[in-house]
């Protein structure tokens, strides 16, 4: 027999596909890519690609042909063609795994009405009312089309409905009848029909175009999904300027929030209530959904090391930067970038040739100034902060990003600046590095500026020192925002050039799931990065904060002992003793 090929002018690409696994299971091909779909009850087994096995993954009874084309096209991109179920249809067709079109032309399970709908009889008459549950929508059948409507329920095939609906009224059905019922329905817009190549277009077969059940989780109108370079989305609110990096999976199940039951979502995405519960309230913490906003960060218990780093969030630059971010854009052109590269090198090289006068000068000037020097050194230094988180705030600007605020930051006692750009996150990585560097980049532009002006000026004036100050005063802090290991623009610009969000606390966690004994979840790539990153960032934290504080204790026990002691006491009895709030 030559089967004959499923009718694709049929529109059933929203029937549901059926359920393989009482009869068939998947096993992967030792030493290839290649699945085989294997007999429970006998030794018939059929090879398949990586590909037609993720699908028939998905022949569970519960998907449409449709769904599962999209999961495919979102796993495997452009590869997979638009009739790519289609055609494992056939093939599951000529391996005689389904029964053709020709031996059973209704052998699909029909959608499940019930969420949305329900059916009242019409007093006085024989024909039935089909009502939505929410809305007003309102449809009248005739008594046959009600009893057969009463059957989609998501648990009988087509022939099984037109099986029955010829048994209660025999001689009165056609041998079409529930197909034309169900052309009915989708002229009716009761049930939706997937248009191929359509951009958004409904698979879900509960989906009505008219009178769609609403629940209290829907995004807000504001946030909007962004499809990042490296592989993964961002669901951006730029009213709260919070973000949220989803897999392919969470946003297939987003997007279905306000639209359809948790119920049917839970369902139909073989998820856990649990899994959708965690969901739900990540996008409540971060204030994406209606009606919520962000939460007020628990106050917690005073603990000395936050004196080591806070910040005070100041103002909104945002508007300013709108103001004068067009005639800045010059900036970043390609021409100037050569140009600075070339300003740069000839700076280095200047700068290596002389750099015995360099520190010779340094040590003349510490000899004959000497605590004179801080503060207008300390003044220039954030001179050179202001500049460098402007840098910072316009080349996000540039990129078309937000900058929600600025402010002061207070790093072991020192005052600097700090520059949100949070927004970055939404960008390529290479733009992203660059707003990360931006800041690096305006300092070796002043610290080269100030080499030249240094050379320039007359060495007994207050220029001379004034530009020597600079100078030192933009390589001072160069070096201390480089270092990875601490939380600056090193740290960032290393988060930035693997991808790899929240480098500290995914490089300890790998190490708990270690030691636990848990599988690991990050990629094969960035395991290493993690692995070396968690041992050197522990060795920073110790020596750095480990050698301050012997440096605070001995000056305390040795200056302020019975202070300090009391001090050490009172603290700790107010943190180990919480009192219980009445």
């Known amino acids: 027999m030559n089967p004959q090929p499923l009718n694709r ?5 929203h029937w549901i596909c059926p359920d393989l696994g009482t009869y068939w299971q998947l096993a992967k091909v030792r030493d290839s890519d290649m699945v085989v ?12 690609s990586p590909v037609e096995g993720f699908a028939l993954q998905h022949f569970t009874g519960k998907l449409a042909i449709a769904q599962i084309q999209r999961r495919c096209h979102q796993q495997f991109g452009e590869s997979v063609s638009e009739t790519f179920v289609w055609e494992l249809l ?3 067709i000529e391996f005689g795994i389904l029964a053709s079109e020709e031996e059973t032309p209704m052998d699909w399970i029909c959608p499940d009405l019930t969420p949305y709908w329900t059916l ?24 046959a089309e009600g009893y057969a409507l009463a059957c ?18 025999p001689g009165e059905i056609s041998a079409d009848f529930i197909e034309v019922l169900l052309d009915k329905l989708i002229e009716l817009n009761i049930l939706a029909q997937e248009s191929p190549g359509a951009e958004g277009g409904s698979s879900d077969p509960e989906q009505s175009g008219g009178d769609r059940p609403q629940n209290s989780h829907q995004l807000k109108s504001c946030v909007h999904w962004i499809n990042h370079a490296d592989g993964h989305w961002i669901l951006r609110n730029p009213e709260d300027f919070t973000f949220l990096q989803m897999s392919d999976s969470d946003k297939v ?37 209606e009606g919520t906003t962000l939460p007020t960060p628990p106050r917690g218990k005073f603990n000395p090391m936050q004196l080591l780093y806070f910040r005070i969030p100041l103002f909104n630059p945002d508007p300013w930067l709108n103001r004068h971010i067009d005639g800045l854009r010059w900036i970043w052109t390609k021409p100037f970038a050569v140009i600075l590269f070339l300003c740069l090198a000839a700076s280095a090289v200047l700068g290596i040739r002389q750099r015995e006068v360099i520190i010779y000068t340094g040590q003349q000037l510490m000899e004959a100034n000497g605590p004179a020097l801080i503060i207008p050194f300390a003044l220039l230094s954030m001179l050179v902060v202001a500049f460098h988180e402007l840098g910072h705030a316009f080349t996000l600007k540039n990129f078309g990003g ?61 220029l001379h020192t004034a530009s020597y100050l600079l100078m030192v005063a933009a390589l001072v802090t160069v070096a201390i925002n480089l270092n990875p290991m601490a939380k600056f623009d090193g ?92």
């Open 90 to 92: 056939q093939k599951l």
């Open 253 to 289: 199940i987003i997007d279905q929030l306000g639209r359809r039951s948790p119920s049917s979502i839970i369902e139909e995405f073989c998820i856990t209530p649990q899994d959708l519960k965690n969901l739900l309230r990540l996008l409540t913490t971060s204030a994406m959904l």
């Open 120 to 143: 009242a009889p019409i007093p006085d008459s024989d024909q039935i009312l089909f009502k939505a549950i929410e809305g007003n929508l309102r449809v009248i059948f005739s008594a």
């Open 402 to 462: 937000v900058v929600p605020n600025m402010g002061l930051l207070l790093m072991m006692f020192m005052p600097a600046a700090y520059t949100n750009t949070t927004d970055s996150y939404c960008l390529p990585r290479f733009k992203r590095v660059l707003v990360v560097g931006a800041g690096l980049l305006v300092q070796f532009a002043i610290w080269a500026a100030a080499l030249w002006f240094w050379n320039w000026t007359n060495p007994s004036s207050w």
């Open 491 to 582: 740290y960032y610009l290393a988060v930035a050039l693997t991808g790899i969000n929240n480098l500290r606390t995914r490089s300890f966690a790998l190490y708990a799931n270690l030691l636990q004994g848990k599988p690991l979840t990050e990629k094969a790539g960035d395991i290493l990065i993690l692995a070396v990153y968690a041992p050197l960032s522990l060795a920073y934290i110790y020596f750095v904060f480990g050698f301050l504080f012997a440096r605070i204790a001995d000056w305390s026990l040795s200056n302020i002992p019975t202070t300090a002691i009391l001090m050490l006491t009172i603290w700790l009895v107010y943190f180990l003793f919480p009192r219980n709030k009445i």
């Open 152 to 169: 989609f329920t998501g648990e009988y095939t087509i022939l099984d409905i037109q099986t029955r609906c010829e048994q209660q009224f």
């Open 9 to 13: 002018q049929n529109h059933y690409d």
């Open 37 to 48: 779909l294997k007999s429970r009850q006998g030794k018939d087994q059929f090879p398949f």
